[in-house]
């Protein structure tokens, strides 16, 4: 009984500060999802025209499935790049000292901020840009691509180079996890790479796949200052319905579309959690 009453009050504040700074304003904004606002107001009232609006509404629709685009296709991009610098980081670089020196490389991006990183791409993408002139003076292209810049491309190539080393660091780290004597064992047995790969390497490594997995899918869901530049404030995600709600002053609109988005990715996570213990396995 005192171990428990320690341990409770051990965890005291550690709980105090999640209930602070993660339940509380959850609840605050389920609660306001639920008031009323005209053009000049908002009032506290329980009412469900925000959430009927909402369901109702094809951009509604439309909006979430361009979000569920980005996020699957830079889902599938950052596992595929993640899992092949993974694999090299933990399989093909034998020196301690440069596994660690490569890794540290893959993080030099992360020195600068999201928003340096994103718009560096426009002048390399654009009309007039280094890729354009570059396969111009190629002889690849007659003409620049306006569809390098401005475009569902763009945005999810900014996607891709942001969130990418979200999939690699818990990749890498399961992989170094990895006993050494099972590949060894592997290849005895005849096991040719493939089958190493597909029977050994990428079982073990499902809960790194997950864990980054849902690193990715839950910032690319709640982006939108990389959809709004990207995309030259052509394409829309959900983060940017709710961004351009809270513009408006529509409070309680943009509180019931992140409550429906927070509802949408519990469900996609509780979904892959389904593929793997990440508990049991770590």
């Known amino acids: 009984m005192h171990r428990t009453l320690i341990t409770w009050l051990q965890a005291a504040p550690l709980a ?12 605050m904004i389920v609660i306001v999802s639920f008031w009323g606002a005209t053009e000049f107001s908002i009032y506290p009232d329980f009412q469900l025209d925000n959430y009927k609006f909402l369901l109702s509404s094809p951009v509604t629709y439309k909006v979430f499935f361009a979000t569920f685009k980005y996020a699957f296709i830079t889902w599938a991009l950052t596992l595929t790049i993640g899992f092949t610098v993974a694999y090299f980081l933990a399989f093909h670089v034998r020196s301690q000292t440069t596994q660690i020196a490569l890794f540290l490389l893959c993080t030099i991006p992360f020195w600068t901020s999201n928003i340096i990183r994103m ?28 569809w390098l810049l401005y475009s569902d491309f763009s945005v999810i190539l900014a996607f891709v180079h942001l969130y990418t080393l979200f999939m690699v660091v818990p990749i890498f780290n399961t992989m170094m996890r990895i006993d050494k004597s099972l590949l060894e064992a592997a290849r005895d047995a005849g096991a040719s790479g493939f089958q190493t790969l597909c029977h050994l390497i990428i079982p073990l490594t499902k809960p790194g796949i997950m864990i980054g997995s849902i690193f ?3 910032l690319v869901m709640g982006d939108f200052i990389t959809v ?55």
């Open 119 to 146: 718009i560096s791409w426009i002048p390399f993408l654009g009309r007039n840009g280094i890729a354009n002139q570059t396969l111009m003076s190629w002889g690849v292209i007659d003409a620049p691509l306006d």
């Open 216 to 218: 990715v899918v839950t």
């Open 228 to 282: 709004r530049f990207m995309s030259g404030s052509q394409k829309a995600n959900v983060g940017r319905l709710i961004s351009n709600d809270i513009a408006l002053l529509q409070y309680p609109s943009a509180a019931a579309t992140a409550v429906v988005l927070l509802c949408t990715v519990l469900i996609m996570i509780a979904i892959m959690l389904q593929f793997v213990n990440i508990r049991k396995e770590l």
């Open 16 to 27: 105090v500060i999640l209930l602070g700074f993660l339940v509380a304003p959850i609840i």
